[in-house]
Each structure stands twice: as structure tokens, then as C-alpha cells.
């Protein structure tokens, strides 16, 4: 078994949450959003947020949550569409 010294470490992938943009842009633009700053608005998030956002799609635990809660506000406007507002939907597991 090879043991990775901590340098190392460092260059391993970890696991993260990532923010599906291309859904997310469409989930927002449905429900009126069709600016980042409508978006973070929509969110009750800082619009550089939507802009570390789109530039390396991790996402925390306050994006995730704001997505998802402002979202089901409008749940039933996008299951019309079918489409639903689950975690699943717009966020990812990435390496």
C-alpha cells in the first residue's frame, strides 16, 4: 500500500458539491431571474457569490440551502414544466 505524504495530499481531488449551472440558469430564468444580479437577488446572496459560482461551481452549505429554499418557492410553476426542485436537480457530486 502506498501511504501519500501530505504534499501530496494536497494534489488528491477531494469530493465537492457542485452547482449544476446550465439547470440552475434554467430553473432561474423560468421563474424571472434572467441576470446574475436577479439570481443573487433571488437567493438573498452577495452577487459576487453567483460569480465564484460560475467561475469554479462549488458550492457551500448557505448557496445549496438558498438555492433550494427560494426554488420551492416556485415549485409549482417548474413541475408544470416537470420539472422538480430537488437537490439532485441542480447540484452534483464532483471530484
Do not use: C
Amino acid at each position: 500500500m502506498q501511504v501519500l505524504a501530505r504534499q501530496d495530499m494536497s494534489e488528491v481531488a477531494r469530493p465537492h458539491i457542485r452547482l449544476r449551472l446550465d439547470r440552475f440558469d434554467l430553473y432561474t430564468r423560468i421563474v424571472g431571474a434572467t441576470s446574475d444580479q436577479a439570481r443573487a437577488r433571488l437567493l438573498g446572496l452577495a452577487s459576487r457569490t453567483i460569480t465564484r459560482l460560475r467561475r469554479d461551481q462549488h458550492a457551500g452549505e448557505a448557496v445549496i440551502a438558498a438555492t433550494l429554499t427560494a426554488l420551492q418557492h416556485h415549485s409549482e410553476m417548474l413541475s408544470q414544466l416537470g420539472l422538480s426542485v430537488r437537490f439532485e436537480d441542480l447540484f452534483e457530486v464532483a471530484e
